[in-house]
T-cell receptor, first 115, second 114 residues
């Protein structure tokens, strides 16, 4: 079974400062990894995903994430945040085997951008 | 426009009164799923469906039922709601050709059970 740990429940950061949201996973098989964003009172939207290949993945809105297999991490980064990035961010993992799609989500990290 | 719709968006009900939350997608996706979102717990999968008439339990199926009679619809049924089912519910869909397909989420249904 897979699991996802988001170490920080809340991350405050000043506008235009860089940010890193941490995500660690555990799985006995290879996985696909995702970051979703949830703006207030909205559903989830995909930011980026890692399937294979380059370990540095670029997503929408200037976000990127790096897959580190040895550390089982998939941290999300942005070099300069904007007020509009205030949202909750979810890391998710999907098994890379088997016959069905089971996705496990982390508990979320609330990013608060301070003007 | 490709989308997943849920109805109702907001619902207040009382313990024991049966309710159904509808979910519909217009992308011809095989896979559909229901999640509940609770503070500090993230999203937890309730049920999922790989195609018409094929459904299976997720991590927290107790107290819920689903059906998949048509490809586009995947209703969530609470036969006898209880206060611990107060939550924010999301429906999602994706293609099922392989497991890396992105899930598309509906806008959510906020349920309060008194």
């Amino acid at each position: 079974a897979q699991s996802v740990t988001q170490l920080d429940s809340q991350v405050p950061v000043f506008e235009e400062a860089p940010v890193e949201l941490r995500c660690n996973y555990s799985s006995s098989v290879s996985v696909y990894l995702f970051w979703y964003v949830q703006y207030p009172n909205q559903g989830l939207q995909l930011l980026l995903k890692y399937l294979s290949g380059s370990t540095l993945v670029k997503g929408i809105n200037g976000f990127e994430a790096e897959f580190n297999k040895s550390q089982t991490s998939f941290h999300l980064r942005k070099p300069s945040v904007h007020i509009s990035d205030t949202a909750e961010y979810f890391c998710a993992v999907s098994l890379n085997s088997g016959g069905y799609q089971k996705v496990t989500f982390g508990t979320g990290t609330k990013l608060q951008v301070i003007p | 426009e490709a989308q997943v719709t849920q109805n109702p968006r907001y619902l207040i009900t009382v313990t024991g009164k049966k309710l159904t939350v509808t979910c519909s997608q217009n992308m011809n996706h095989e896979y559909m799923s229901w999640y509940r979102q609770d503070p500090g717990l993230g999203l937890r999968q309730i049920y999922y469906s790989m195609n018409v008439e094929v459904t299976d339990k997720g991590d927290v199926p107790e107290g819920y039922k689903v059906s998949r009679k048509e490809k586009r619809n995947f209703p969530l049924i609470l036969e006898s709601p209880s206060p611990n089912q107060t939550s924010l519910y999301f429906c999602a869909s994706s293609l099922f050709r392989n497991q890396q397909e992105t899930q598309y989420f509906g806008p959510g249904t906020r349920l309060l059970v008194l």
